[in-house]
């Protein structure tokens, strides 16, 4: 069966501090990968999704940036911080196939404060 | 503009009772529509999926509907229980496109 991994679970960085955060899947190949952020009490935003290794599609202009090194790991990074990147950070992924409907499974997420 | 709408207040129900949660859209000719719950601290987890072709879809106490014509979907629990809190998300996924679309989600209250 298939399973998503992230780390950290908690991070607590002051302003201006670089970032990485991870995301592994197992159990399947070449996903469709997503990094969305959810602020407190709001819906989710997407910020990046990937069809492949090297493919990273943006969708929100940031200080955040998202590489695919590998089929199954998606990475999260920032060079410095802002305040406003703190939030509830979820990976997701879901079948690379057109007749899928994109049912997305998600990841148990990692809470970001920055202080 | 494209535009996904979910109940704009939290609902609080008695248990036992049905709840009805509602997710409008509005320039999107979905081909698939989902249902997910997402609960305090954790990540959404899909519940239901309905087809564009479908009218309803049933899972145990979860029934959803599907109506292109009204561009809206129901998502109805029956004989709701205290464990049914949670926030509910809606995702349309268009036609030919690579990614679904989130609502922002409703909360929903089981009070015993």
């Known amino acids: 069966s298939q399973t998503i991994h992230q780390w950290p679970a908690t991070l607590v960085q002051p302003v201006g501090s670089p970032l990485s955060l991870e995301c592994t899947v197992e159990?399947?190949?070449?996903?469709?990968l997503y990094w969305y952020r959810q602020a407190a009490g709001r819906g989710l935003q997407l910020l990046f999704y990937s069809v492949g290794i090297g493919q990273i599609s943006s969708e929100v202009p940031q200080n955040l940036s998202a590489s695919r090194p590998q089929d199954r790991q998606f990475i999260l990074s920032s060079k410095k911080l802002l305040l406003s990147d703190s939030g509830f950070y979820l990976c997701a992924w879901s079948e690379n196939r057109p007749t899928m409907a994109d049912t997305q499974y998600f990841g148990p997420g990692t809470r970001l404060t920055v202080l | 503009s494209q535009k996904i709408e979910q109940n704009s207040e939290a609902l609080n129900i008695q248990e036992g009772k049905t709840a009805t949660l509602t997710c409008n859209y509005t320039?999107?000719?979905?081909?698939?529509l989902q249902w997910y719950r997402q609960d305090p601290g954790r990540g959404p987890v899909f519940l239901l999926l309905?087809?564009?072709?479908?009218k309803e879809k049933r899972k145990e106490r979860l029934k959803v509907t599907f109506d292109t014509t009204l561009k809206q979907s129901l998502f109805h629990i029956t004989a709701s229980q205290p464990a049914d809190s949670a926030t509910y998300l809606c995702a349309l996924l268009n036609t030919n496109a690579g990614k679904s679309t989130f609502g922002d989600g409703t909360t929903l209250t089981v009070k015993p």
């Open positions: 309905i087809r564009e072709n479908e």
């Open positions: 159990g399947t190949s070449n996903p469709n």
């Open positions: 320039n999107y000719s979905p081909a698939y």
